[in-house]
């Protein structure tokens, strides 16, 4: 892909107002399911500012797939990222790395190594899909009659819980809508933690071989 | 091995209605295990349907088997996914992705790639094992006295608990049915999760290689 | 090493009937622990068949160290695998795997590919790992005031919910001896399942890229 | 670097009293959450101790730092091990296996092999996190009202259980500080542990190859 097309062009006007606007979305989605007292006309500004800035992503989105020149199932794929905080705007906020690299490149510094970028990625992924996940499941669980989770503090627990694969049970989502955000986080949170400890594992090997290099031979 | 071989005609001939009749395997199980207020013709019915399904896997195996010219120790070892499915007829349906890449590659399309094609496998192999382990283990439990999976919702629940090895243990197997079923689910799932994560990170680490090829440099 | 040297004479000779030593003393720990109604003496000639055969294994340890003609520290690296099963004889049977090799050798048959010897052998550590642990946790708990392991099924149960890391909690250890086996049982397992899982993984891959090497091209 | 240089020196030098002083510091808190009874002048010493230790752990740090001539974020990133172990003095111990290496190398002994320094370390890291954690944890948990860990056997089996993501949840912290740092343990807990298994079946796969090699050709 040329440098000056028109796509890089777009990708670098609109990087940094996105992971804004991105950013807000996570808070309006925090602020109307953790503040229970906020007045309700707050609570509509809260699902308006969300609803246009999922219109503002997904707008985006389409600009990107008409710039890319491709057809649609194949920028999907090749897009892949771009494609999953489209489908769930909570996560957009993933985009600091690239927003991160961008910076730093322009800058002239040496951008993170491979594994360390991995290792970034999937790690705020965790944390972000914690996050989100901890917040709609409270959502869920709040009203249901027999449910354990009696406050975020403890919707964050359970959260840590489950994608550590820990899995105590001294709390667990009761209802319908809980329980399949929970089986979301479970499916996402492996693959990511699996990614984080491959490429973990994969780092300390290389800075033990490093640290190894640097060790005084006595002579 | 040739390509015009009677092995490769039988198997681009066979492979459509098979796939088909695994289908209606699974739905015959289903709903012999959901629908507890069956008139008990229709229960006969399905239990039948399931038995000549079964008869029509294990005779085309046979017919594969002597088409390979193959002794059979050595057949089943190098058709190692053909041996599973005809044992565990539920999993059957597995044989989509094959599938998928004959109609594909027959329209000159690109075929998936490796990696994408061991993840789509392995995540379909997991959700068709708990689909089916939570049927059977549900079949089992239903009428166990100190149970506590009191609906088809609670066993895919405990299902996903147990596959994803979260585990948290608000549902759990009390007969012996159902725990035998249980540790085959553990015994599969754990297997076929490493090869989703193995090869997810993986890929994750392709595409942030190709990702970051596509960054525009700012000179 | 030279293939006529004394220690490759000593194994050739002796492995066979360790192996049926090794087997025996699984029995014998089992009968003892399971059989709570036999008569004592019974139960004393099962304590000495043990330690019999425990000193035996120890006198191939120290024979096969002397015929190495290598250091001790040396010789228990380089023969890990040995020095694991004299500390825990209940692993012994482990040895199957080099004897299935050395049979199969013997008649000029195809070995096992690295992955499947692998797999086998992890799989079955873990297996003989669950089930010498249910063993001797069984044997600890089954006293206890408050235990929720009422049978050995239970004990059995138990074992794959741990080695498996989905640990439900629905039955759990409570004594110092038993949680202490518990402890072995899952670094072991934890060790042993990220063997079966990373090769399984690998495999699958394998066997993949061949399945896709036979498909037919249409032209 | 040079092995000659201030920095080479400074290392040499300190490893060895340095190492000495993290294990009094970890003595210090153990005894500060365990022993229960101690006088309340004793309790001052323990904290005390630590405190000066961990002064004297930044002062060598500082040293490095300045010795490395190397700019700040970089020079945490070149040295990641020795700012972990600075942020976290409880695992100060960890620098036992470079202290053993440069011991071994001085000896003209061969060092161990990347494979097996990375489980060693990996290991003890585990092994020091479920411990401080253990008595992390304790400490937060003791005073509780509602606590399920009533001593500090109970909060041992508590830490194996979730470094191993077992998590039976027969105890579990119910405090805020427990739950932090428990959360704290499950991330290194799981990010170590992937280390381990990923190098043990590194290891297992050339164990086994090389046992392979020894096994006699009967012609």
């Given at each position: 892909m040329d440098d000056d097309s028109p796509y890089a062009r777009w990708e670098q006007r609109t990087e940094i107002p996105l992971f804004l606007a991105s950013l807000v979305f996570l808070a309006a989605y925090a602020a109307r399911v953790l503040?229970?007292?906020?007045?309700s006309f707050w609570k509509d500004v809260c699902w308006f500012t969300m609803l246009a800035l999922w219109m503002l992503f997904a707008a985006d989105y389409v600009v990107r797939w008409r710039l890319s020149g491709q057809r649609f199932p194949h920028f999907a794929r090749t897009h892949f990222l771009h494609t999953v905080v489209v489908v769930?705007?909570?996560?957009?906020?993933?985009?600091i790395v690239p927003l991160y690299d961008a910076i730093q490149h322009r800058q002239g510094e040496p951008r993170l190594s491979l594994h360390a970028r991995v290792i970034s990625y999937a790690s705020l992924s965790t944390l972000l899909l914690g996050f989100a996940g901890a917040l709609a499941v409270y959502q869920q669980e709040r009203?249901?009659?027999?449910?354990?989770?009696?406050s975020f503090g403890d919707a964050v627990w359970w959260a840590a819980a489950t994608i550590s694969t820990v899995?105590?049970?001294d709390i667990t989502p009761v209802t319908r809508g809980g329980r399949t955000v929970a089986i979301g986080m479970m499916a996402g949170g492996l693959a990511l933690l699996g990614a984080v400890t491959g490429s973990f594992s994969s780092w300390l090997l290389q800075i033990f071989s490093r640290e190894s290099d640097k060790k005084p031979p006595e002579s």
């Open positions: 503040a229970e007292s906020m007045p769930l705007p909570l996560l957009r906020p993933l985009r009203g249901a009659p027999d449910t354990t989770m009696h899995g105590y049970g």
